[in-house]
């Protein structure tokens, strides 16, 4: 072999492997799957704020009561300040003086109250009836037996015991306040005063 033909040969070996080189692809990176980052979530809805315990404020009682007097009943002068109206009612035969109907207000409940009445009779039975006319809440209260008149004023003084006598009243309870009509007078004529005062205790009403 000549030289010319071991360096052609040199040559031809060299390209081919030159051309392999080439004709090699670089693999392509293999591809990775990345799942995407999470949506972030809607913010968790705050609990429910506890509804706020306790006990409810007592509904206000009326700070004036009205109503119908029945037309045999007589308004006349009040004996005291502390009253809002007086009523003669007048006496049956029989008996020796009228009834009087007294309208006032004031604190102390409604037990207390009837309590005070019932000690005015000696502490005799009071019966009770709970009425609502117009939505008040009233207590019909009836006393008999002797009656101390007099003296239950503020200064106190002296007493006067009638017999046979007769307690009809009523109590509008309006919580820290009430509203007192308070009948008293012979058995007899405050019994025939009832219906009239059945009809009295039906026309109040809040001012």
């Not at 007294?102 to 009445?117: K, L, M, P």
């Not at 009770?128 to 117009?134: A, K």
Request: hydrophobic share 35%; glycine share 12%; with cysteine.
């Amino acid at each position: 072999m000549t030289r010319l033909q071991t360096i052609l040969g040199l040559l031809a070996i060299g390209g081919a492997g030159l051309y392999a080189a080439c004709s090699k692809t670089t693999p392509e990176p293999e591809k990775t799957t990345e799942s995407a980052p999470p949506a972030p979530s809607a913010p968790a809805a705050p609990p429910p704020s506890p509804k706020a315990e306790g006990t409810a404020a007592p509904a206000a009682g009326p700070e004036d009561i009205a109503w119908e007097a029945p037309k045999g009943w007589e308004s006349i002068p009040n004996a005291n300040t502390m009253r809002k109206a007086t009523y003669k009612i007048p006496k049956v035969s029989g008996d020796a003086e009228d009834a009087e109907l007294t309208v006032s207000a004031a604190g102390g409940g409604v037990e207390a109250n009837i309590q005070r009445w019932s000690g005015q009779f000696g502490n005799a039975e009071a019966k009770t009836e709970p009425r609502s006319p117009n939505g008040l809440k009233v207590t019909v209260v009836e006393i008999k037996g002797t009656f101390a008149s007099g003296g239950m004023g503020m200064m106190g003084g002296p007493t006067t015991s009638k017999e046979k006598f007769m307690l009809l009243g009523a109590v509008v309870d309006g919580g820290d306040r009430q509203h007192f009509f308070k009948m008293t007078g012979p058995e007899k004529t405050v019994t025939a005063a009832k219906k009239d005062f059945d009809a009295f205790v039906a026309s109040f009403r809040a001012k």
